[in-house]
C-alpha cells in the first residue's frame, strides 16, 4: 500500500517569503500526485496535481509542485507568500493505473501561518 | 453553484448507538467518496462509489460500517454500535468523472462525536 509522509507540520512565515512544502511518497508503481489546500473554516479543494508528462506543475494561485521520481518526492512551492495562503495544505498519491486508482492516500498535513 | 452538503454538520453519538450520515453530491457527479479524518491527521479513504455500484470498499475499518448510493446520486454512511475510536470528521467528496480524471470536490464534513 502506498503511504505519504509531510515531515513539516507547522510552517511559520512573513508575508513575502519563499515556501516549500516537502512531501514523500511510497510506492514503486506509477503514481498520481495531488496537492490539496484547506483554508479555515472551508473545505478541502485541489490545488494542483500530477498525472506524466512536465515534471513541474503549476496551479492555482502562485503555487507549483514538482515531481522528482528518483527521489519519490512532489514538494509544493511558492515564490512569494501571502497573508492569504494560510492554510493547511495536503499531499495525496493514488496508483497510477488500475484497481485501486481511485482511491487517494493522504500525507496528515502541514499547517501553514503566513504573518501579515 | 451547489457544492457538496452534508449533514449533519455535528452528531454526538452514545457509544452503542447507531449513527446516518448522509451526502448529497453535486448534481450529475459519477464518482462519490466517503474519507473519515481523526484529529491531526489526514483524510483516509473509507470507500468509493461509481454510480450505484460500490467499486472500493477496502478502507471501511470493521463491519460496523456500511455505505449505500441506491440512486447513484444520495450517499448514506452508517455507523453501527458507535465505538470511541469511531470520533472524526467523516468527508464525502464527488467528481464528475474520478479522482484521477477530475477534481474532488469535498463537502464540509460530519463531525462525529462518541461518548
Known amino acids: 500500500a502506498q503511504s505519504v509522509s509531510q515531515h513539516n507540520h507547522h510552517v511559520i512565515l512573513s508575508e513575502a517569503a519563499s515556501l516549500e512544502l516537502g512531501c514523500n511518497y511510497s510506492?514503486?508503481?506509477?503514481?498520481?500526485l495531488f496537492w490539496y489546500v484547506q483554508y479555515p473554516g472551508q473545505h478541502l479543494q485541489l490545488l494542483l496535481k500530477y498525472f506524466s508528462g512536465d515534471p513541474l506543475v503549476k496551479g492555482i494561485k502562485g503555487f507549483e509542485a514538482e515531481f522528482i521520481k528518483s527521489k519519490f518526492s512532489f514538494n509544493l512551492r511558492k515564490p512569494s507568500v501571502q497573508w492569504s495562503d494560510t492554510a493547511e495544505y495536503f499531499c495525496?498519491?493514488?496508483?497510477?493505473?488500475?484497481?485501486?486508482?481511485?482511491?487517494?492516500?493522504f500525507g496528515t498535513g502541514t499547517r501553514l501561518t503566513i504573518i501579515p | 453553484g451547489a457544492g457538496v452538503s452534508q449533514s449533519p454538520r455535528y452528531k454526538v453519538a452514545k457509544r452503542g448507538q447507531d449513527v446516518a450520515l448522509r451526502c448529497d453530491p453535486i448534481s450529475g457527479h459519477v464518482s462519490l467518496f466517503w474519507y473519515q479524518q481523526a484529529l491531526g491527521q489526514g483524510p483516509e479513504f473509507l470507500t468509493y462509489?461509481?454510480?450505484?455500484?460500490?467499486?472500493?470498499k477496502s478502507g471501511l475499518p470493521s463491519d460496523r460500517f456500511f455505505a449505500e448510493r441506491p440512486e447513484g446520486s444520495v450517499s448514506t454512511l452508517k455507523i453501527q454500535r458507535t465505538q470511541q475510536e469511531d470520533s472524526a470528521v467523516y468527508l464525502c467528496?464527488?467528481?464528475?468523472?474520478?479522482?484521477?480524471?477530475?477534481?474532488?470536490?469535498f463537502g464540509n464534513g460530519t463531525r462525529l462525536t462518541v461518548t
Open positions: 462509489f461509481q454510480n450505484e455500484a460500490q467499486l472500493d
Open positions: 495525496a498519491v493514488s496508483r497510477g493505473q488500475g484497481f485501486g486508482n481511485e482511491k487517494l492516500t
Open positions: 467528496a464527488s467528481s464528475l468523472k474520478g479522482a484521477v480524471n477530475s477534481p474532488l470536490h
Open positions: 510506492y514503486g508503481g506509477t503514481v498520481n
